[in-house]
């Protein structure tokens, strides 16, 4: 089956730390992206890659950062820097950037405390 | 400034009853314009899309959404819920290569 994976579903750190949330797509898309998403704040962007090694930011880029060594991965850090980074993380693709339509994985909510 | 609003934060509706969740967006052109529909804990499904043509677009699930240029809407009807619908809905834009969301209305089904 074609999809997109998410791991861990449940993710806890401590304050300070750093922690990678991964993100594996199968469906040869050439696009990632990541959003954050908070209750009553519908999903905002985080990062978004277009094609091997080329990403950019989006919406809220700070305290985050991402790599895209392969096309089927596209990790998410949340640093230390990341000020309130408890929230629910959703990774997407697209068939290319300019495609409208995006899939989701089914998230990763990560609680720091 | 584009943006996409959904005045209802929560909505309750009685099984068996019709759906409208409303959407409105601010954008000075035809926008591209989806509806997603997310069950608790769980990542985010396309329930349908409008690009251009028919202003009413059929979905999955027996959603229909209605492109309403004049009042800048975007609404999504379901003429009978069922209890598996309850969810938080998000209806979004697309623009400059990036999709932006609303802030999603939840839907509450009463037995």
């Known amino acids: 089956d074609g999809g997109i994976t998410q791991s861990p579903k449940y993710l806890f750190r401590k304050e300070g730390q750093n922690v990678t949330l991964s993100c594996e797509q199968n469906?040869?898309?050439?696009?990632m992206y990541w959003y954050r998403q908070d209750p009553g704040q519908g999903l905002r962007l985080i990062y978004y890659?277009?094609?091997?090694?080329?990403?950019q930011k989006g919406d809220i880029a700070e305290g985050y950062s991402v790599s895209r060594e392969k096309k089927e991965s596209f990790p998410l850090t949340v640093t230390s820097a990341q000020k309130n980074p408890t929230a629910f993380y959703l990774c997407?693709?697209?068939?290319?950037?300019?495609?409208?339509?995006?899939?989701f994985g089914p998230g990763t909510r990560l609680t720091v405390t | 400034a584009q943006s996409v609003t959904q005045p209802d934060i929560h909505i309750t509706v009685s099984e068996g009853a019709s759906l409208e969740l409303r959407c409105n967006y601010s954008?000075?052109?035809?926008?591209?314009l989806f509806w997603y529909v997310q069950s608790p804990g769980q990542g985010l499904q396309l329930l349908l899309k409008?690009?251009?043509?028919?202003?009413l677009v059929q979905g999955i699930k027996g959603f229909e959404a209605e492109f309403k240029r004049s009042q800048s809407s975007f609404n999504l009807r379901k003429p009978s819920v069922h209890w598996s619908d309850a969810a938080e809905y998000f209806c979004?834009?697309?623009?400059?290569?990036?999709?932006?969301f609303g802030k999603g209305t939840r839907l509450h089904i009463l037995p």
């Open positions: 997407a693709s697209s068939i290319d950037l300019g495609s409208y339509e995006q899939y």
């Open positions: 954008y000075g052109a035809t926008p591209y």
């Open positions: 890659s277009q094609i091997v090694n080329d990403f």
């Open positions: 979004a834009v697309y623009r400059d290569d990036k999709i932006i």
């Open positions: 409008y690009f251009s043509g028919d202003t």
């Open positions: 469906l040869n898309h050439d696009a």
